[in-house]
C-alpha cells in the first residue's frame, strides 16, 4: 500500500513544517509526514524548509548563522494566517515528540544542506532521531548524496534515500552504491515501468510532490511505496474511494460466478 507522506506537514492547511501542520496531517489520517532539518548556529537542529528566514518567519537572516533561542522568539505562523501567529518554529527534538504519540506514522526526515561543508548537521540528527524512533518507520533523505553514506555510517539500518530531479541511469544501481534502500524522484523523473523495475531490485520508490488529482491518481495506480504530497486529505480520498471500487468489482465477480456455477 502506498504511504501518503504530508509534505512539510499538511501544508495547504496549516503553515509548513509546524506541529499545527503536523497535527493536522495526523488528523487527516495521512500515513507520513516529512520534515526538512538544519541545524541553528549553536547546533540545535530545526524544522525549517529555506535556507533564509524571510519567507515562513518574521526574522531576517539564515538559518544556519541564527542561534536557536533567537530562532525560537519568531513568529512562524503569521505569514500563512494570522490564526497562526502563535506558531514557532519547532526543533527537530519537539517533532518527534509530538511524533512518538503514534508509533505507526511514518516519518520522512530530510536533511537539508545549504552550508557547504555542514559536518555536523547528521551527526548531530542522527543520535537524537534513533533516541526517539525504531528503524521500522523512519527515512532519512536528502538531496546531498554523499551524506547519505555518512548517515548509513551512523545507523546502518535506517532507510535512506536520495532526493532528486531529472533522470537517472539505473537509479537502483546508485541507490545501492549509496547504501540506500529507496529513491525519492521528482514525480516528473519516474514512470510506471522505471517504478517497477526499480522496485524489482528491492528498492523502494516515493516520488516528491504530487498535488494535481491526475497524478495522485497515477502514481496510486502504479503502486509506488509513498508519495510526498502538501494535500493528503485529497490522497487519501482518491486511495479511499479506488479501494471501495475494488471491493465492489470483486463483490460483483463473486455474485456473478455464483450465479453462473
Ligand atoms: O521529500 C521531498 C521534498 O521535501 C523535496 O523538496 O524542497 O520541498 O524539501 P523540498
Ligand atoms: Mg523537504
Not at 71 to 91: R, V, Y
Not at 133 to 146: C, Q
Not at 189 to 205: D, E, F, Y
Request: charged share 25%.
Amino acid at each position: 500500500m502506498t504511504i501518503i507522506f504530508a509534505h512539510r506537514g499538511a501544508s495547504r492547511q496549516c503553515p509548513e513544517n509546524t506541529l499545527s501542520a503536523y497535527e493536522r496531517a495526523v488528523k487527516l489520517g495521512a500515513g507520513g509526514i516529512e520534515i526538512d532539518v538544519q541545524l541553528s548556529k549553536d547546533g540545535i537542529p530545526v524544522v525549517i524548509h529555506d535556507r533564509t528566514l524571510k519567507r515562513t518567519t518574521s526574522g531576517k537572516g539564515i538559518v544556519t548563522e541564527t542561534n536557536y533561542a533567537d530562532l525560537k522568539k519568531l513568529d512562524a505562523g503569521s505569514w500563512f494566517s494570522p490564526k497562526f501567529q502563535q506558531e514557532c518554529i519547532p526543533s527537530l527534538e519537539e517533532v518527534l515528540t509530538f511524533a512518538s504519540d503514534y508509533p505507526d506514522l511514518w516519518l520522512n526526515i530530510e536533511l537539508k544542506y545549504y552550508r557547504e561543508n555542514d559536518e555536523q548537521l547528521a551527526k548531530t540528527a542522527i543520535p537524537i532521531i534513533k533516541k526517539f524512533r525504531s528503524d521500522k518507520n523512519t527515512l532519512i533523505s536528502s538531496f546531498e548524496h554523499e551524506r547519505l553514506l555518512e548517515v548509513h555510517k551512523l545507523w546502518s539500518k535506517v532507510e535512506t534515500a536520495p532526493l532528486y530531479k531529472g533522470n537517472l541511469h539505473e537509479p537502483w544501481h546508485y541507490a545501492k552504491k549509496l547504501k540506500a534502500k529507496a529513491i525519492h524522484p521528482h514525480f516528473k523523473s519516474i514512470h510506471a515501468s522505471l517504478i517497477k523495475t526499480v522496485q524489482a531490485h528491492g528498492i523502494n520508490v516515493r516520488p516528491y510532490t504530487i498535488n494535481e488529482e491526475k497524478w495522485l491518481r497515477q502514481f496510486l495506480e502504479w503502486e509506488v511505496d509513498g508519495l510526498m504530497t502538501d494535500v493528503p486529505d485529497l490522497a487519501l480520498n482518491i486511495m479511499h474511494n479506488k479501494q471501495i471500487s475494488q471491493q465492489k468489482k470483486s463483490w460483483w465477480k463473486n455474485v456473478w460466478s455464483m450465479i453462473t456455477k
